[in-house]
């Protein structure tokens, strides 16, 4: 029975499950069948797993879904160099100082849960490595050559390794070298000049470096040169009679003259992998000053002569990664003169220059910098033979990397063309020429060097034709019964009263821009001094005392009058400034000192004086704050009214040596006195310069100055010319007009 029952459960329990299974009642529906398994991504490339450092990485990922899902990428582990963008891992190789594996896993995912993903080493390969050596490992160092290191210990090197070293005992000016081999014991490293390009790789580094002479060894200086100062410039060089060519002695070029400059340079450079960009670039300023007088007629093809060179110490410049970078700046001084024919001529420039200037290296090309600022200032002798040459004061400045490998190099020229023909029949040009190059050795293997000019600047300063003049002409005129200032031009022509007053108006001066001149007047019943507008306009007294005020005269630089006063019972040579306020005498030894004028573009003034206590007048010359005394002229006679050329070289004045008065000139210095006017029946006197040097203009006349009229004569004493003609009165005291 109890076997019965156990049967009809078990076909009770199959027919129920067979039911459940496979059919449905009204009263219990059939579910619905259930959604299929999410399949996960299946990457299918295989990775990059090598770089080189410093390289760029990028290994583009594929996969894709058994379900049609999109699938996005991510990296769920690496390091921080590598990115993902859509399906491109990417990044740049760090350096590193052996084969490093940075272990990477790349995600694929569907967005529905599913992923997968990629794992595996990437190894950056190392090509070299740079060694900066400092402290210890320089003093490891036995012996240098120029293909090899020798240390007193085994060394850890591997070939094609950069060794850099900064400046020191053993290492003077620093090293660049990439490692070729070694000695069997490893304590001889063979070499070869590496680059920055092999040690800095990716990175950049920047120099900035103001040269003092301080800093420098002054080297190769000519008999004559020596360094001066200079206010508001680092270097300063005086030139004193610096024999440049010829037969010294005898036929000679020689120079004088001071040139005073600073100078910056800036060196930078971008690096990756290859060079990227580089700068080299000069921030100067400059004022060269120089006269060379040629005493020799002759053909040359030219002279040039390095008057100074300063040698500075090496540098030592850490780069943002410590990587040391070695620099030695040399710099020359240089005269010169070319010339197809020489004349005897004396010819000055004066060239004061700012200037940015170099190249820049980007984009696989070169650009120069090219910024600059400059005004001349000039004289030239009487030109009476066919002349043509050109005078320059130069620099040269070369930087040296490391072992004194070349590098940058700049030069600047300025000077002046004179293109002459017979009888004072010339041309007078300006000139600034700059270039800048880089020796691209030491940097890069793959940039060729480069040289251009930066700077091609040119001006025809002045031209001289037979019997013209230019410019205009201050002079005092008695015409109307009382003396007047005057004005008109260099040939005479359009002459104009300027002062207009009743009362006698004289003793004239320019003021150096020309708008203004400064005059004696008795308007107020006593000789003071007066600056007036060149038109008559804005009258201002500046001196204002019972006694007499005379002889004013203009600085070159438009900030002090210098006059002579009789007060304190004293004939004496007094200073005010140009607004007549601090007024102060000058410091002088007793005596009766007359006459005084600023000398050409100088500190000094030349006056007459009776210092020599000889009982007459002679010509003196002293700084303005009463220094440096000179006495210039020594004779019998009387040596007065002193005037000096726009640069001071030469002065004119009037002497009674030959029992009249007459014109002569001198040097600077009092040398070579010459009777230039030397004129019968006639006095000549007053005498003033052209503002090219080549032309003087003066009265002649009686004696007693009441009858005279105006000339003008060449330098030499050749080609007088009446440029006035009175009817009434005098026509004197002629002033030609600054630059």
Request: proline residues 5%; glycine residues 8%.
């Amino acid at each position: 029975m109890k076997r019965i029952l156990i049967i009809c459960l078990i076909l009770v329990s199959f027919l129920f499950f067979s039911c459940k299974k496979g059919s449905s009642t009204p009263f219990e529906p059939e579910p619905e069948p259930s959604p299929e398994q999410n399949r996960p991504p299946v990457i299918t490339s295989n990775p990059l797993t090598q770089v080189n450092e410093h390289d760029f990485y990028e290994y583009s990922v594929q996969a894709h879904d058994p379900d049609g899902n999109p699938i996005s990428y991510s990296i769920s582990e690496g390091p921080a160099w590598l990115s993902v963008s859509h399906n491109v891992v990417y990044g740049t190789a760090p350096e590193v100082l052996e084969d490093t594996d940075f272990p990477v896993k790349i995600r694929a995912s569907d967005g529905q849960k599913g992923s997968a993903e990629q794992a595996f080493n990437l190894t950056v390969k190392t090509l070299y490595n740079v060694y900066a050596l400092l402290g210890n490992q320089l003093n490891q160092i036995s012996n240098i050559d120029e293909t090899s290191l020798t240390f007193s210990q085994p060394v850890d090197f591997a070939e094609n390794d950069v060794i850099v070293a900064g400046v020191s005992n053993t290492t003077p000016y620093g090293f660049l070298r990439e490692v070729t081999g070694f000695s069997s014991d490893k304590k001889k490293v063979y070499t070869k000049q590496a680059t920055l390009e092999d040690a800095i790789k990716h990175s950049s580094f920047s120099i900035t470096q103001t040269l003092s002479p301080s800093a420098a060894k002054l080297s190769n200086a000519t008999l004559g040169v020596s360094e001066g100062r200079m206010r508001g410039f680092n270097f300063s060089i005086n030139l004193n009679n610096v024999f440049l060519g010829g037969v010294e002695g005898f036929a000679e070029v020689t120079a004088n003259g001071n040139i005073s400059f600073n100078l910056d340079y800036i060196l930078n450079g971008n690096f990756r992998k290859k060079l990227e960009e580089k700068t080299f670039q000069i921030i100067m300023n400059e004022k060269a000053d120089v006269k060379l007088t040629s005493n020799t007629y002759s053909f040359i093809k030219g002279i040039e002569k390095t008057i100074a060179r300063y040698d500075f110490p090496p540098v030592t410049i850490l780069t943002p990664a410590g990587l040391p970078i070695v620099v030695t700046p040399k710099l020359d001084i240089v005269v010169g003169i070319m010339a197809t024919k020489m004349a005897y001529l004396e010819t000055r420039v004066v060239q004061e220059a700012n200037l940015n200037a170099g190249l820049v290296y980007e984009n696989a090309s070169w650009r120069p910098i090219s910024d600059f600022s400059n005004s001349f200032d000039y004289s030239v002798s009487s030109v009476q033979d066919e002349t043509d040459v050109e005078v320059y004061a130069a620099l040269g400045l070369k930087i040296f990397l490391y072992e004194l490998l070349p590098g940058p190099q700049f030069s600047l020229s300025n000077g002046l063309e004179l293109d002459a023909e017979a009888d004072n029949d010339w041309k007078l040009y300006g000139k600034l020429f700059a270039s800048a190059g880089i020796d691209m050795n030491v940097f890069s293997p793959f940039v060729s060097d480069y040289i251009a000019p930066v700077i091609s600047f040119e001006k025809l300063l002045a031209e001289s034709k037979p019997g013209e003049v230019s410019g205009e002409i201050l002079f005092v005129s008695t015409r109307d019964g009382n003396a007047e200032v005057y004005i008109m031009n260099a040939d005479g022509t359009n002459q104009q009263n300027l002062t207009k007053h009743s009362e006698h108006d004289y003793d004239l001066a320019w003021s150096p821009d020309k708008a203004k001149i400064v005059f004696v007047s008795e308007r107020d019943g006593n000789p003071e001094i007066y600056t007036m507008n060149l038109g008559g306009s804005n009258l201002k007294r500046l001196t204002n005392n019972n006694s007499v005020d005379r002889m004013p005269h203009w600085s070159p630089n438009g900030s002090e009058i210098v006059f002579y006063s009789e007060r304190d019972n004293d004939r004496w040579i007094w200073l005010m400034n140009s607004d007549g306020t601090n007024q102060r005498k000058l410091n002088l030894p007793f005596g009766v000192h007359e006459e005084p004028k600023w000398c050409g573009s100088s500190d000094q003034i030349v006056f007459s004086s009776t210092l020599s206590g000889e009982g007459h007048f002679d010509i003196y010359k002293v700084n303005c704050d009463g220094t440096g005394l000179q006495r210039l002229t020594d004779s019998s006679s009387a040596d007065v009214e002193p005037v000096c050329n726009f640069d001071g070289s030469k002065i004119a004045f009037s002497s009674n040596r030959s029992g009249r008065y007459d014109i002569w000139v001198m040097n600077g210095d009092g040398s070579n006195q010459i009777n230039l006017s030397n004129t019968s029946g006639a006095d000549d006197y007053l005498a003033s310069w052209s503002p090219d040097g080549v032309k003087i203009v003066y009265a002649s006349g009686n004696i007693d100055r009441s009858s005279s009229d105006i000339w003008i004569m060449n330098s030499n004493g050749s080609g007088k010319t009446r440029i006035t003609y009175r009817t009434t009165g005098s026509n004197q005291h002629p002033v030609w007009s600054s630059k």
